[in-house]
């Protein structure tokens, strides 16, 4: 297991702009996986990391690494992006069709009634 509590917060978003690339930081040791794995096989590796990093930072410091690594871009830029953008809503869109629609095998089949958004026992 690695120990991302002792890596400062910038080093835990640098971390998070290679995941999001598919790379392994080198910081966290041998790769887990082959280079040439699949996605599923790579993602299992990944997604538990990337959960616990998004969750301890949130957004506005995961996109500033992304905007200054991996784009190129200034502070000022990023500040100015940051200050425009439209805000996001904290539920997720996934979350958002499981609410407007019945999904069953991955895909959606039915449209169900907008009283469906209040009933929390279909989360």
Same mark, same amino acid.
């Given at each position: 297991?690695?120990?991302?509590?002792?890596?400062?917060?910038?080093?835990?978003?640098?971390?998070?702009?290679k995941?999001?690339?598919? $790379?392994?930081?080198?910081?966290?040791? +041998?790769?887990?996986? %082959?280079?040439? *794995? #699949?996605?599923?096989?790579?993602?299992?590796?990944?997604?538990?990391?990337?959960?616990?990093?998004?969750?301890?930072?949130?957004?506005?410091?995961?996109?500033?690494?992304?905007?200054?690594?991996?784009?190129?871009?200034?502070?000022?830029?990023? $500040?100015?992006?940051?200050s425009?953008? +439209?805000?996001?809503? %904290?539920?997720? *869109? #996934?979350?958002?069709?499981?609410?407007?629609?019945?999904?069953?095998?991955?895909?959606?089949?039915?449209r169900?009634?907008?009283?469906?958004?209040?009933?929390?026992?279909?989360?």
């Amino acid at each position: 297991m690695i120990d991302l509590s002792k890596y400062t917060d910038w080093e835990l978003a640098a971390f998070s702009v290679k995941l999001n690339c598919w $790379e392994w930081p080198e910081e966290f040791g +041998e790769c887990p996986y %082959s280079a040439d *794995a #699949l996605f599923t096989d790579a993602s299992q590796f990944i997604r538990p990391i990337q959960y616990v990093i998004e969750k301890k930072l949130g957004e506005k410091l995961l996109l500033k690494a992304w905007h200054l690594l991996k784009l190129g871009r200034t502070e000022e830029q990023f $500040e100015e992006w940051w200050s425009k953008r +439209e805000p996001v809503l %904290s539920v997720s *869109a #996934l979350a958002i069709l499981k609410k407007i629609y019945k999904c069953s095998n991955g895909r959606i089949n039915e449209r169900v009634p907008i009283g469906f958004l209040n009933d929390k026992s279909n989360d």
